[in-house]
């Protein structure tokens, strides 16, 4: 594998991350790209890679390219846009999308790749906070054909503890999206039983206790998000608030496309579009709390 070039688009919060364990497995050979040049210049220096000034030329000097994204636009103008990857694509290179967008739009990039001939292209959206893929730890589902996935695999071990083939391209995301319907609407709830334990007037260690070690709900989620929540404004981002709100708007136009009602999922979304307008988009979307606390 050290011979495979990886390059890197997009190092935000959870990208960095990625970006810094496959260098360290000595991967990350064809560079990163961002779209604020100066965030990939400092990584350039800190990790001994080259920092690319366009996706273009990123994908010239790769095998793989990874996209770590925030969403639809941001995916299509990477890919297709001016000096996008797809003008400096190479035959038989391969993109692996690891951001969480609209399945219909990850398809026709899907397509529109293979049909230029350059290469083939898997979405590959993730299960997991910075904290897993700091531990390697994260769950990557992958959609695409057999092929395409074996080789993402070989790249994604080096970063993720999972990494499932979950069927054609789109079905990676649309496996995700199930998943972040549920962690949506889980953290929620979550917020609401943490002010109404402290209506109640428990203890914060009362209410940590019951709601991380003793609830027959409990999950690696309330281990992560309940300690925030009681912590009085410890909100530093492990997944921002703002992409749970467009993952939840992408749920539910999939779900209405579709005449699947899903209530409990587009009243979360009604919760994180209410706490975007109190001006927590930046924050971690445990600090959906504050909708309920109008702190």
Sequence with gaps: MT??????????????????NLREAGLLIGGVYNRTFDKALRFSREFGVEAFKTPSELAKASDVIITMLSDDEAVKNVIAGN????SGLRPGSLVIDMSTISPSVSIELANTIKSRGGGEMVDAPVIGTSVAVERKEIVVLVGGSEEAFNRAKDVLQYTAKTIIHVGPNGFGLYAKLINNA???SYVVALAEVVQLGKAFGLSDS??????TKLSSARSPTSELKVPKMLSGGDY??????????????????????????????????????MAEKMGLSEEDF??????LTKQ
Excluded at 7 to 19: D, K, S
Excluded at 242 to 260: C, F, P, Q, T, Y
Aim: proline share 3%; no cysteine; net charge positive.
């Design 206 to 211: 009362i209410i940590l206790d019951v709601l």
């Design 286 to 291: 445990a600090a959906v709390l504050k909708v």
């Design 83 to 86: 000096d996008g990857v797809l």
């Design 3 to 20: 011979n495979v070039r990886v390059g890197l688009i997009g190092l935000g919060v959870m990208g960095w991350r990625i970006a810094k």
């Design 182 to 184: 549920l962690l949506g």
């Design 236 to 273: 530093s981002v492990q997944f921002a608030l703002k992409h749970m709100r467009k993952d939840l708007d992408i749920v539910n136009r999939e779900a209405s496309m579709r005449g699947v009602p899903i209530p409990m999922a587009s009243l979360a979304l009604q919760f994180y579009r």
